[in-house]
């Protein structure tokens, strides 16, 4: 395991700058590589959006956290998803993309929605705060794509699901870190 601060991903994050952002995942790549390490995972969400940059000078293959969440929605039987997780996730391709390839339909937050669960995670969630206006929120969106025709929804963010599961969702869930660490459990058992 090896990673930057996240401060410097945030820095990178906020101008924009993705090619930043994989210059930082390949420096971990390499020493990976290095210590011995046969595929690569990235449990953040947001920071996939930098793998087309990555994937091209990497020592090793990734499992791309989209696409193992595609997988599982195609097994589980689900059509439409909705998308959760930061603003630089759900303003990018990073899942659009992958579930496309498999035929899945999506609902992006709205914009304001977008602005609201940024802010939480951003401002609460990574900060070990857990509100109940959060959940409101988080469960309101969920409402509105379940009524725009989702059947499940993606916890895109590693701190979505510190508050939001399958039994305060009105949708199914799709832990996104957790269904990527199953996914790295079963490479590397094989």
Known sequence: MHTHSFGAYVRCFESDDWPGVAELMLVS?????????????????????????VLRRSPLPWLHI??????HAVTRGFHRLGLTGTRYLVDSEVYPEKLAAHGL????????????????????L??????????????????????EGCDAVVLGCTELPLIMNDTNSPL??????RLLA???LQRAAT
């Not at 449990?43 to 959006?49: E, Y």
């Not at 989209?66 to 997988?71: G, L």
């Not at 705060?129 to 009524?147: G, K, L, T, Y």
Request: proline share 7%; charged share 25%; aromatic share 8%.
């Open 29 to 53: 790549a390499h020493k990976l590589a290095r210590a011995g390490a046969d595929f690569l995972i990235c449990p953040d969400n947001t920071i996939h959006r930098a793998l087309p940059w």
């Open 172 to 177: 199914p869930t799709l832990d996104s870190t």
């Open 105 to 124: 339909e999506y609902v992006r937050p709205n914009p304001t929605e977008r602005a609201d669960i940024n802010r939480f995670i951003f401002e609460e």
């Open 182 to 184: 199953r996914a790295a």
């Open 66 to 71: 989209a696409e193992v969440v595609a997988q």
């Open 126 to 147: 990574i900060a070990g705060v857990f509100s109940a206006p959060a959940v409101s929120c988080m469960q309101r969106v969920m409402q509105r794509m379940r009524a």
